[in-house]
């Protein structure tokens, strides 16, 4: 009797289920078969779908032009370019800042392998001063409605007008530069020259009827499908951002960290308070709070100094001042050091930083508090200064008579921070924690004799008075 092939290698089927699970299994092939190309096929879509969308990045820029924020976005146009992004947009929205932080970054779009959009947004945003050469450099350039651009005059140390021969240099400088920006993007190159000589500015519409911008757009959104298919002039390049994915980026914590404290106004706070911590320190050996909040205090505000452009006589002035305020306390001047210190201060305060806008400045009265506190302290230090050397002189251990003391174990009593042999008056026990007054002094054995505080008595004796 011969093997039944159907049930060789498995278990026995039975017989009435012979005809019914070969047409299950096929069925149930099928329907896996079926499952895994329909899966495949909705890959494949998903993929395609992504695959063929551009990807854009944004980047957030709502700051001063300064070595940070130029850092920041030099870095994320680099990014763009190494990640194969289709476009980046810088949403500009800034007062202006530093030349040479400026520099870098406009530099840096007209060198990008890839179309650089600049965004003047959210509504009531601005693009002053240096924001009009980051704006120009864009090879697409727009704004939301209700924004400006504009004011581009370069100004002095503290916002005045810079001395004319210096100023005309400066100003035919700026003029060449950013003409030819304007010029090779097609934009009104006219305008951005009145801008730089005349600090004339534009409200975004006007802009637009003017030349002077790309486009005008309500939204990020709206401007990527608009700017889709614009040419990159100086490049060369179709703009491809139409349904865009967008990627929005922030400074990191980090930055916005180091970009708080290049504050010019936190800078020369931070250097007044390590000066002052320094100063209480050395008036007050073994403090060690104002000295450590002093050092740290000085030491960020170095970082600051090291990061921005200063004034060697801004500066010098200010060691100056620091100088004059510590001397005080040791030479009697009958307060003119100080005052000569305050002056000093405020004035190098004023002249310490040295940009080439107004947006790197010390407040006049951030300076003028600042060198107040500091002549009042060291004011206060002289006082208690002279009052010390016109106490009358005391001599050997007699000073102790009058003072309280508080009694420890073993007939010890805590006075004047040290700890002193003692009996009560009369043979008066004495309790630990018992606050007594000291009445004589035994030199021969520096034993004290104290008597107890009654500080009931005390208390009302103002009141019999």
Known sequence: ??????????????????????????????????????????????????????RVLAVEFATDVNPVS??????????????????????????????????????AELAARIPVIVYVSPEGARAASAGVWIGQAADVLAMAPQTNIGSSTPIGVGGEEIPEDARNKIVNDAVASIRAIAEEHGRNADWV????????????????????????????????????????????????????????VEMSLWKRILNTLINPNII????????????????????????????????????????????AAGLLLMIVAVAFFAAEVFVPSGGILSVGGAVAFVIGSLMLFDPAGDAYEVSLWVAVGIAGTMAAF????????????????????????????????????????????????GGAALEPGDEVRVVAVDESTLTLTVEPVDTRQEQAAPAEA
């Open 1 to 54: 009797m011969g093997d039944d092939p159907g049930s060789r290698g498995c278990l026995p089927v039975p017989f009435f289920l012979k005809g019914i699970v070969p047409s299950l299994t096929k069925s149930l092939r099928l329907a896996l078969a079926a499952f895994a190309a329909l899966a495949a096929l909705a890959a494949t879509a998903n993929a395609a779908t992504s695959g063929d969308r551009p």
């Open 70 to 107: 130029a850092d920041y976005v030099v870095g994320e146009i680099e990014r763009a370019e190494r990640e194969g992004y289709d476009a980046i947009v810088i949403l500009l929205d800034t007062p202006g800042g530093l030349a040479e932080s400026m520099r870098q970054i406009y530099q």
């Open 193 to 248: 020259e009145e801008a730089v000589r005349e600090g004339a500015n534009l409200e975004a519409r006007r802009a637009l009827e003017e030349n002077v911008i790309d486009l005008i757009a309500p939204d990020l959104e709206t401007l990527l499908d608009e700017a889709d298919g614009r040419e990159a002039v100086t490049k060369g390049l179709a703009l491809d951002t139409a349904n865009a994915q967008v990627e929005h």
């Open 268 to 311: 020369v706070l931070l250097m007044s308070l390590g000066a002052l911590g320094i100063l209480i320190e050395l008036y007050n050996p073994g403090a060690f709070l104002p000295g450590i909040v002093g050092v740290i205090s000085l030491i960020v505000g170095l970082f600051g100094l090291q990061v921005l452009p200063i004034s």
């Open 378 to 425: 060291t004011a206060l230090v002289l006082t208690k200064v002279i009052q010390l050397r016109r106490r009358p002189a005391e001599v050997g251990v007699h000073g102790l008579v009058g003072t309280t003391a508080v009694v420890r174990a073993d007939g010890q009593v805590a006075a004047a921070g040290e700890r002193w042999r003692a009996h009560g008056r």
